[in-house]
């Protein structure tokens, strides 16, 4: 098939790859090359071990490379070659100056823009899709316009709203996709030119189109949104822990109301992931930089609750297991920040594990996917965590066990076994609420789960 389109795309990462993945699958008339600076990512996803996890991904990936899907490290070429580029690098929090700890860092995305119009010797459509600060594509086409080559470069936002575990099943059937364009002669085209792209799978009622500002808002306040309904639910299971209702009967029945929804309602050890507390604290930074500090405050309490949630573990821990967990060997399952994936920025099970070094337990990390990443994230304490692939081990000999990921595969566990190896009185925290409380208690553990109070 002829090419009518050639796309290139600024980041291989866990968005960049899949995304653009699919858009070769789907669209067999569009040329996809996806750049990154990082050579050992781009040879891995021109390899057999893809770079990171996602179910279905292989066989995407395994359809389109090599027929219109590329991956390499020519950069300056790629861009050079292309009719629309997407950057979707990342856009961490700002760890230093002005808004440390809050705002975005948009180092990699200036560098960037920088570097686009240095190679460009005529105007093309950039389409951020990484998550950013309102008003970036402003500061972008200020960059990228004020050449003295006399090119036009027509910005679009098109933020990504897939989750990790679910992005191929969430790129090919979204619910929506987003494009936002100046609402002018050659910002509508530009939209139009990406719509059509789209176009190939999305039904056309599911493409929506707004101006610029609303659709990079709209991806913050779409994680704000969903953040806010976890941090919702595990206030209320702290409440029902002190009273006796059942947060999971709670969550289900007031999620029946078709107004509030059913989805999201999970109550949790507490939500991890790269993106929904950077975009929450980069969402409180630009309601103060807009003078809006109750808005700002108001945001920021759902990353406060998130934390809370989750030391709220160890504090489990220790009112259970005597005031003291010193010197006991803690089996930690899971983690990822979540099922499916490798995955383990911001995971809940990091802030567990330091909990647990600070009351001097010894923690034991298992995970199907992630503990390459975790010995990373936890490099520091690398001489204090052990580190075991199998799970019955990692749970032999210890006092307790808490569940960090829901990973299905613990709760198909063989808990008799799992039970006959710990020491006594074995105790199990389900920080995702995925086992049979009620089967564990009868094996003999002493069960804690998340917003579960005693029902007498
Ligand atoms: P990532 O860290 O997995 O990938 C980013 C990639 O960009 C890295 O491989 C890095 O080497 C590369 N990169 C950085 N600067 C570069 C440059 N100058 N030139 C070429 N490559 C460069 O990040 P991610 O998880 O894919 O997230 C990317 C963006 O998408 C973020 O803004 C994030 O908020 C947003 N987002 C992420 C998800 C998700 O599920 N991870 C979902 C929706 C949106
Ligand atoms: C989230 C959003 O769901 C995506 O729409 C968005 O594109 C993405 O952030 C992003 O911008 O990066 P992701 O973080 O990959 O996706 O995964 P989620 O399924 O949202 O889960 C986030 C965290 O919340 C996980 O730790 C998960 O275990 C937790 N969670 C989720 C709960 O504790 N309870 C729930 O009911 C749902």
Redesign the pocket.
């Known amino acids: 098939m002829s090419i009518k389109t050639k796309i290139t795309c600024i980041g291989a990462g866990y968005v960049g790859g899949p995304t653009m993945a699919v858009i070769a699958d789907k669209c067999e008339d569009v040329r996809v090359t996806v750049v990154d600076i990082n050579q050992a990512r781009i040879d891995a996803w021109n390899g057999d071990a893809l770079p990171i996890f996602e179910p279905g991904l292989d066989e995407v990936v395994a359809r389109a490379r090599g027929r219109n899907l590329f991956f390499s490290t020519d950069i300056a070429g790629a861009i050079k070659d292309a009719d629309i580029v997407f950057v979707s690098v990342n856009t961490p929090t700002k760890t230093f100056g002005h808004g440390a700890g809050k705002a975005s860092d948009l180092q990699y995305w200036e560098k960037t823009a920088r570097q686009i119009l240095e190679v460009c010797d005529e105007g093309k459509i950039i389409v951020e899709k990484s998550?950013l600060p309102v008003r970036t594509a402003a500061a972008m086409e200020r960059i990228l316009n004020s050449n003295d080559k006399g090119l036009h470069f027509e910005v679009l936002s098109n933020p990504?709203?897939?989750?990790?575990g679910t992005a191929i099943r969430d790129l090919f059937a979204p619910d929506r996709v987003l494009i936002g364009s100046h609402q002018t002669e050659s910002g509508l085209a530009a939209c139009e030119k990406l719509v059509e792209v789209y176009a190939h799978w999305v039904p056309r009622e599911n493409i929506l189109t707004t101006n610029l500002w609303s659709s990079e808002l709209t991806k913050l306040t779409?994680?704000a949104f969903?953040a806010q309904r976890?941090s919702s639910i595990n206030s209320i299971s702290a409440l029902c822990e002190r009273t006796g209702a059942d947060v999971d009967e709670v969550a289900h029945v007031v999620g029946r109301d078709s107004r509030i929804g059913a989805k999201?309602?999970?109550a949790?050890i507490g939500?991890?992931?790269?993106?929904?507390k950077k975009?929450i604290l980069n969402l409180s930074y630009l309601c103060e930089y807009y003078g809006l500090p109750e808005v700002a405050a108001y945001w920021e309490s759902v990353v406060k609750i998130n934390e809370w949630q989750t030391h709220r573990m160890v504090s489990t821990m220790l009112e259970r297991m005597f005031n003291t967990i010193a010197g006991k060997r803690i089996a930690v399952l899971g983690f990822a920040?979540?099922a499916n994936t490798g995955d383990t920025r911001e995971s809940p099970a990091n802030l567990v594990v330091r909990d647990l070094l600070n009351e001097r337990a010894l923690p034991v990390v298992t995970d199907p996917k992630a503990i390459p990443d975790a010995k990373r994230d936890l490099a520091d304490v690398l001489d204090r965590v052990v580190f075991e692939e199998d799970v019955y081990k990692a749970c032999e000999g210890a006092h307790a066990v808490v569940v960090c990921t829901?990973w299905k595969c613990f709760a198909e566990l063989d808990w008799k076994k799992i039970h006959a190896g710990m020491e006594k009185p074995a105790f199990v925290f389900d920080g995702r609420n995925i086992l049979d409380a009620a089967a564990l208690a009868k094996i003999g553990f002493e069960v804690a789960c998340i917003g579960k109070g005693k029902a007498d």
């Open positions: 998550t990504e709203f897939l989750a990790e779409a994680n969903l976890i999201f309602l999970k949790s939500f991890g992931g790269s993106c929904f975009d920040f979540k829901e």
